[in-house]
């Protein structure tokens, strides 16, 4: 590629990434189909001439986010090591470049730009919040890259250049939902981060409260890295709902689960179903504030299969048995292997090959089998509600018996309506 066409490509991607935010905050509004834009245009220089290809992992390895999101940075590392001392992909191996999105979406569409843009790397790995998503999507879009996003997320979306290995709304949200309903639960009370997630998915729960009968005593947002939760572990207590529904992210949680003990509040009396709490919070949190209460992913480390064990005892051996394995680290984990598999159905590091070979792709990873649906570009997964232990694992009460097949447009729901619609 010439020195000319090199600083034009750079030039695009620059102006993406400027543009990112702005374009995240109009895509705040739910059901942003971005899936019909065919195939790339933008001049690609990923370098696969030699012996290596560049992969780019973007991570919050600093900031409120830190807490979850260093523990996927390590899990992508293990995947690349684990794929590289078998070979590497299509004989080429794995050069990592990472970067830090340091908790903030400005951050994370600043790094993306440079991975696609200086670092030229074939494919990203990361994110966790919805914003920082959305900030890096019209770069990714812009330069021809694929993203490959590990966390569950509020669905309405869909783009030609990102992965979605996490789980979509009928995937985790609705199925907690149904478990709280199937136990009893008349009432529900919202906490949440203030952001795309929590606010979109809150739209989502209470339409579904509407078509099932339970009742919304209340809705309290938080912003990320908010430590003060006694107003609204207040509120939640006069509430007296039969249970919480928290979409509550980063370092928020260890305040607010303090601050639900101290208000004596217990999973006895209202239970917290959390969509963001794995085992590696569990630790940050205490295991005495969280025992008894619900999460709802589709991955324990509890889970019993042979990947999980060899993935479990491979973490431990890389970073020490006090560690804990958790949804977003498998998804994350997982996600680099589907990359492999799609790129050597292909034979092709491009963008528009790996997207045309990746439906039907599948993997038998840890959580159990997950399956690429080369329409919407999400994975079919099997749901799983769990209970925090007195060991601080998460121990399994219910799973949907096989991987469920995403619907992030919620289209075979009646209730759903026109969320898609924004």
């Not at 843009?117 to 494919?123: E, I, L, P, Y």
């Not at 966390?151 to 309405?156: A, D, H």
């Not at 498998?330 to 790129?343: C, D, G, I």
């Not at 070979?357 to 079919?380: K, M, S, Y």
């Amino acid at each position: 590629m010439t020195s000319a066409s090199t600083a034009l490509r750079r030039g695009r991607v620059l102006r993406a990434a400027a543009l990112a935010v702005t374009a995240s905050v109009l895509l705040v509004s739910c059901g942003n189909r971005v899936d019909d834009a065919g195939d790339t245009a933008a001049e690609s220089c990923v370098d696969t001439s030699g012996d290596s290809v560049k992969i780019g992992f973007v991570n919050s390895l600093s900031g409120t986010m830190a807490i979850s999101e260093k523990t996927v940075h390590d899990s992508l590392q293990l995947a690349a090591q684990q794929i590289n001392d078998d070979g590497g992909v299509l004989g080429k191996k794995l050069e990592v470049v990472s970067e830090d999105g340091a908790s903030e979406p400005t951050v994370f569409a600043e790094k993306a730009g440079k991975l696609t843009g200086d670092d030229c790397v074939a494919a990203l790995f990361g994110g966790w919040t919805s914003s920082s998503r959305k900030a890096m999507l019209p770069v990714v879009e812009g330069a021809g890259s694929l993203l490959f996003y590990p966390v569950q997320y509020e669905g309405l979306e869909s783009s030609p250049n990102i992965f979605y290995t996490g789980a979509t709304t009928n995937q985790q949200i609705v199925p907690a939902l149904d478990y709280l309903a199937e136990q009893g639960a008349k009432s529900l009370f919202l906490v949440g981060s203030d952001y795309v997630f929590p606010r979109t998915a809150n739209k989502i729960i209470k339409q579904y409260a509407e078509a099932h009968d339970i009742e919304i005593k209340g809705e309290e947002y938080a912003p990320l890295g908010h430590t003060d939760f006694s107003t609204i572990t207040n509120k939640v207590r006069q509430a007296g709902a039969d249970a919480v529904f928290s979409t509550l992210n980063g370092d928020s949680n260890v305040a607010f689960f303090k601050e639900y003990r101290n208000a004596g509040l217990s999973a006895d009396d209202m239970p917290v179903m959390s969509v963001s709490i794995a085992e590696e919070e569990v630790e940050g949190i205490g295991k005495a504030n969280l025992e008894g209460q619900l999460t709802a992913w589709n991955y324990y480390q509890t889970v019993d299969t042979p990947e999980n064990e060899k993935f479990v005892e491979a973490f431990r051996a890389e970073y020490g048995d006090q560690r804990v394995t958790s949804d977003p680290m498998e998804a994350a984990y997982t996600s680099l292997f589907l990359w492999k598999e799609m790129v050597e159905k292909a034979e092709s590091f491009a963008t528009d090959d790996v997207r045309r070979a990746a439906d039907g792709v599948t993997v038998d990873a840890p959580e159990g089998t997950v399956t690429v649906d080369g329409d919407n570009q999400h994975i079919a997964k099997t749901s799983r509600v769990g209970e925090i232990g007195s060991d601080g694992l998460i121990h399994t009460v219910w799973d949907s018996g096989e991987p469920i097949e995403p619907d992030p447009y919620l289209k075979g729901y009646d209730w759903a309506g026109e969320l898609a619609d924004g």
